[in-house]
Structure formats: C-alpha cells, structure tokens
C-alpha cells in the first residue's frame, strides 16, 4: 500500500524534552471529545455503576484515553539517571497498517489532511485495526458510557458520544478543523489554505509548556514542517514503513533510540 498524497497534511512535532509528564493533554483530549471518564454494565443501575462494577481506572485494557503519556528511562543508576515522557495520540500515518485489515472500511485515509477517519456507525467491534496499530492508538468501548450526575449538561455538542461495542481514537479534533473551516467562510476567507493558528487540537492548545506543535507537513512557512526537519527530530518505529504525521524532537540520543525500538547490547 502506497501512502497517498495529501495537498495539506496535518501533523504534529512534539519536544519530548519540553514535555513534563503532566497530563494536561490527555484531559484536554478527554473533554474535547466527550470521552467518557467513567464506564457502567448496567445502564439503568447508576448506583452499581459507581461501586463495585465501575472499571479500575489503572486497568489500561479497560479504560478510554486518546491520548497516552509514557515514561521513558535511560536505565542508569543515580546519579546519570533520567527521565522522559511521550506524549501519543494517533499518529495518522500515511500508510496506516489500521486501513486494509478493517472488513467494513470503518477506517480509512481519505479524509482532508490526511487525516485517518474513524466511522462508528460502520464498526462492528472486530477490533482487527487495535490489533494491526503498533501504536496502541485504538480503544474498544466495552461499557456504556457515563458521566456523574449533572457532567452530562457540559458535554461538547461538536462530538458525538460514541456507544460500547465500537472502537474509538484521536482524530485530531477535527470537528476544529470543520469549526475552523466554517468560519473561515463566514469571514470571507479560503477555507481550504487556513492560517497556521486557525485550527489547533486541544491537546497542543492546553499544554502548558508548549511542547506539542500542530499545523501543515507540506507547507514549509508552518513552524510544524520546519521542526520536522530538525536533525533531533525522529518518527515512532520509523522503520516499520507506516509513515506517521506525529514527529518527536530530542537532543538526548537514549529519547531518540528508543522511539525505534532500539535494543542496546546486553553488558557483560
């Protein structure tokens, strides 16, 4: 499968080195796009889906989070030890390994800016893609979602809330993107060649010390495209051929080492 070319392709450079592991990111994802916080079996009994049946947030196969920060360590011993977070949405890859084994086409890479759509009217929970991402960008909704009480009445009206049985993942905002399209043509402007600021995904908006960088791949006045050309910058798993949009920067040769797997030799 050959990557296809986008005339605009939204991406993101994330300084691994600027990142301080706080989670902001992964709350702004979580409220933007009305990602449940709690999940309930029983639908019609709210005060058992609070107590015993409500899912252990630290059960990662179980809990919904677009957005995932890692820790990353070099291994050493005081006083050489240290420290860094990644920060993962979906990588939006321009060979996505999720795309050909969905049966339904409820994924595919058609959507402006190269952006990996994700239908949930036509999963049917198969959940070939979670299996296929190397990323582990893909979550399964086992449960219905919930919200306490009174949580519901701030939910975005932009985002659909998806029901159990579907897999979700990050899409970027996009309804941003549609938002930032719409009023551009109230303004008069070209819709299609958006200014760089015009449209920003929460996470890159919230994050508090401006590691997450958001705008066009191809077009060289983006700062995105500039950082992505940084002799620092690096790809997850680069070598798998997927051709991802997100880009990381580190000058710590250990950060850059590991985002492709890197193994180093065992010390005798």
């Not at 449940?36 to 889906?49: I, S």
């Not at 049946?53 to 360590?73: C, F, G, H, I, P």
């Not at 893909?138 to 009445?153: A, C, I, S, T």
Request: charged share 25%; with cysteine; hydrophobic share 35%.
């Amino acid at each position: 499968m050959q990557t296809k070319e986008f005339r605009i392709k939204w991406g993101m450079v994330i300084d691994i080195d600027k990142c301080t592991g706080c989670g902001a990111c992964m709350v702004g994802c979580q409220v933007e796009n009305n990602i449940a916080p709690m999940t309930k079996k029983d639908p019609y009994n709210y005060l058992q889906a609070i107590t015993k049946d409500r899912d252990d947030a630290s059960n990662k196969l179980r809990t919904m989070t677009w957005m995932n920060v890692y820790e990353l360590t070099n291994g050493e011993k005081f006083p050489n030890h240290e420290v860094a977070y990644l920060p993962r949405p979906c990588m939006q890859c321009g060979n996505p390994a999720c795309v050909p084994v969905c049966p339904v086409i409820a994924t595919d890479k058609n959507e402006e800016g190269g952006i990996v759509s994700q239908i949930y009217p036509r999963c049917i929970g198969c959940r070939y893609c979670m299996a296929a991402c190397p990323y582990h960008a893909r979550y399964f909704n086992w449960w219905d979602p919930l919200w306490p009480e009174g949580m519901d009445k701030v939910l975005s009206p932009e985002a659909s809330v998806r029901p159990r049985g579907v897999v979700e993942k990050c899409n970027f905002c996009h309804t941003r993107f549609m938002t930032a399209k719409e009023e551009a043509r109230i303004n008069g402007e070209d819709p299609e060649n958006l200014a760089e600021d015009a449209y920003i995904p929460a996470c890159a908006e919230i994050c508090p010390s401006g590691a997450i960088t958001f705008g066009d791949l191809n077009n060289p006045e983006h700062k995105v495209h500039q950082l992505s050309k940084d002799p620092n910058a690096f790809r997850l798993l680069e070598k798998l051929g997927l051709d991802p949009q997100v880009y990381y920067m580190s000058k710590r040769e250990w950060v850059r080492k590991q985002g492709d797997n890197y193994a180093a030799k065992a010390k005798h």
